[in-house]
């Protein structure tokens, strides 16, 4: 949901259906996005056309361009593992207001969606010291 949000910012019309289906073909609206999900795919699932997928990615973002990639995937296989592992829910916002893309976009079939099962749809209430955040 972030792409979209950022695309959208960066003037871009990012179409998630091509970031989130690794059988569909295109760049989805991001520059050098063919290469960028050739990469991020690869490094994902760890498939032997790894290194092919990073040499092309190079050929157009150059070395910089691959690192920062490389971080950007390895910070979200980071954020999905511990979301994951620790339960955390989709907040309130972000559970109502995606509601349609989760559905067209098939995020709730991921099994991290299972922790938003019970989540509660009512706005959070303002935390009176700390000890609130974690109550």
Do not use: W
């Not at 989709?90 to 969606?113: C, E, H, N, W």
Request: hydrophobic share 45%; charged share 20%; aromatic share 2%.
């Amino acid at each position: 949901m972030l792409l979209s949000v950022s695309g959208e910012d960066a003037g871009l019309d990012v179409d998630l259906e091509v970031a989130m289906d690794s059988s569909l073909a295109g760049d989805a609206g991001v520059p050098h996005g063919a290469e960028l999900l050739a990469f991020a795919t690869a490094a994902n699932n760890r498939t032997p056309d790894l290194g092919a997928a990073r040499e092309a990615l190079r050929a157009v973002v150059g070395d910089a361009g691959v690192v920062d990639a490389a971080a950007t995937v390895a910070a979200f296989n980071g954020l999905v593992r511990v979301a994951d592992g620790t339960g955390i829910q989709l907040d309130p916002t972000m559970l109502t207001t995606t509601v349609d893309d989760r559905a067209r976009l098939g995020i709730d079939k991921f099994s991290g969606a299972a922790n938003s099962a019970d989540a509660p749809v009512d706005p959070r209430h303002e935390a009176q010291g700390l000890s609130q955040l974690f109550a």
